[in-house]
C-alpha cells in the first residue's frame, strides 16, 4: 500500500514471479502480454488452461471498472479463480473492488477459504483506509510506502504502532514490512 507513484506495482511484479500460474485483473492497464478483454473471452482462456493443466500462465484480464455489470462480473471472476485453484489472484487498487462496509461475496471467500484451494491474493492500494478490514486481517505479509493522507496514516497506525510516522517520508520504491 502507498500513494501513486511510489513502486507498489513494482514491488507487486517482483513477488508475482514467485508464482507460475497468475490471474491479474488488471483495471490501469499497467500489465502487458497476452490479455482477455470480455468476461466470455476470459472464460474461455480459463477453461483452456484448465484442461491443458497449464503448469505456468498469466492470464490478463482487462477489466473495465466503469462497465455496467462491473460488479458481478467481477464477483464471477474471483469464483473462477477460486474453484480453479493453485493460483495467485492479482488485484491492483483492490480499494476498486471493497469498500469499508462492502466486499463482494467471492472476493471474502477466497480471502478467508483459498488456502483450501491454494489461492494466493496479492493486492496494491493507494488508500488502506477505505478497505474492508477483512482484506487486511487475511494479510500475511504487508508492505507499506509512503502515505501521506491522514486517514489512511491513521488506519495503518493501528497494525504498525510507531513505525506508521515513518511512511510520509518513506523515499519511492522503500516500504515498511509488517507480517
Given at each position: 500500500?502507498?500513494?501513486?507513484?511510489?513502486?507498489?506495482?513494482?514491488l507487486a511484479?517482483?513477488?508475482?514471479?514467485?508464482?507460475?500460474?497468475?490471474?491479474?485483473?488488471?483495471?490501469?492497464?499497467?500489465?502487458?502480454?497476452?490479455?482477455?478483454?470480455?468476461?466470455?473471452?476470459?472464460?474461455?482462456?480459463?477453461?483452456?488452461?484448465?484442461?491443458?493443466?497449464a503448469?505456468?500462465?498469466?492470464?490478463i484480464?482487462?477489466f473495465?471498472?466503469?462497465?455496467?455489470s462491473?460488479?458481478?462480473?467481477?464477483?464471477?471472476?474471483?469464483?473462477?479463480?477460486?474453484y480453479?485453484?493453485?493460483?495467485?489472484?492479482?488485484?491492483?487498487?483492490?480499494q476498486?473492488?471493497?469498500?469499508p462496509?462492502?466486499?463482494?461475496?467471492?472476493?471474502k471467500?477466497?480471502?478467508?477459504?483459498?488456502?483450501?484451494?491454494?489461492?494466493?491474493?496479492?493486492?496494491?492500494?493507494?488508500r488502506?483506509?477505505?478497505?474492508?478490514?477483512?482484506?487486511?486481517?487475511?494479510?500475511?505479509?504487508?508492505?507499506?510506502g509512503?502515505?501521506?493522507?491522514?486517514?489512511?496514516?491513521?488506519?495503518?497506525?493501528?497494525?504498525?504502532?510507531?513505525?506508521?510516522?515513518?511512511?510520509?517520508?518513506?523515499?519511492?520504491?522503500?516500504?515498511l514490512?509488517f507480517?
Amino acid at each position: 500500500m502507498g500513494r501513486r507513484g511510489c513502486g507498489k506495482s513494482y514491488l507487486a511484479q517482483r513477488i508475482q514471479a514467485a508464482w507460475p500460474r497468475r490471474v491479474i485483473i488488471d483495471t490501469l492497464s499497467e500489465y502487458e502480454g497476452e490479455a482477455c478483454y470480455s468476461f466470455l473471452e476470459f472464460t474461455e482462456k480459463l477453461q483452456g488452461l484448465k484442461s491443458s493443466k497449464a503448469q505456468a500462465f498469466t492470464l490478463i484480464y482487462k477489466f473495465d471498472p466503469e462497465s455496467d455489470s462491473d460488479h458481478a462480473e467481477f464477483n464471477e471472476v474471483i469464483r473462477l479463480c477460486y474453484y480453479f485453484g493453485n493460483i495467485q489472484i492479482v488485484l491492483e487498487e483492490i480499494q476498486t473492488f471493497s469498500g469499508p462496509h462492502t466486499l463482494p461475496k467471492w472476493l471474502k471467500n477466497a480471502l478467508l477459504t483459498g488456502r483450501h484451494q491454494n489461492i494466493s491474493i496479492l493486492a496494491t492500494t493507494q488508500r488502506p483506509g477505505e478497505l474492508n478490514k477483512t482484506i487486511i486481517s487475511q494479510c500475511t505479509h504487508i508492505f507499506c510506502g509512503q502515505i501521506v493522507e491522514g486517514n489512511d496514516l491513521r488506519y495503518v497506525s493501528s497494525f504498525l504502532n510507531e513505525d506508521s510516522k515513518k511512511l510520509s517520508s518513506l523515499p519511492d520504491r522503500q516500504f515498511l514490512y509488517f507480517g
